[in-house]
């Protein structure tokens, strides 16, 4: 008696695994507040800059000389759909902090065309957190946030900002943009935190 029939492929996903209010999609929509921002890779900078005004820098060959992690992740958007099973390339965000002394307990993430929005640091660290420049094997295309846009898949994806520039670390918290336009200040999408009166 065979244990495994031929073709079994495991458990499969399904809609049970979607946050509330949700509805799963093969497609990924594209969603931009504004037009998209082209950055040559000889002019792209990542920063990271202390709540004192310490910066550290990457150019594209630094930041991409860094070790990788290739996460497969589900994300959600705002906008209600899903998508299951994405695969990423990116930098770990403990990456990029490992080496700064910081009292901070929240993050603006800047972005190229000026996009901001406003992430606990603790929803960053312990390997919550990537910044992407690969999407299925591929070169993040403009489009979807590249050359490299943030990870955090388990917030509502607005927080995962395109065409990240700069993580900013305070110690108050300073909503961004969709904050500013009543979203939700932490967007959990297991919680349905869409708007502020969530």
Sequence with gaps: MALITRGFGGRRRDDTD????????????????????????????????????????WSWAQFTALPADEPTVDIHCVT?????????????????LAD??????????????????????????????WVAYEFDGEPLAPVHGGPAR????????????????ALELRLDDEPGFWETAGYHNYGDPWREQRYQAD
């Design 100 to 129: 700064v002394e910081t009292a901070a307990e929240y993050v603006v993430a800047h972005c190229y065309g000026g996009y901001t929005t406003n992430i606990p640091l603790e929803d960053l660290t312990d390997g919550q957190a």
């Design 18 to 57: 979607l946050p509330p209010g949700q509805y799963r999609t093969d497609d990924f929509p594209v969603l931009s507040a504004g037009p998209t921002p082209r950055i040559g890779l000889d002019a792209w900078e990542l920063a990271v800059v202390t709540e004192t005004g310490e910066r550290s820098t």
């Design 80 to 96: 209600h759909w899903s998508k299951f099973g994405t695969r990423w390339r990116g930098v770990s965000v403990d990456t990029l």
């Design 150 to 165: 943030l990870l955090i898949p388990h917030l509502y994806f607005w927080k995962s900002a395109k065409w990240l520039r």
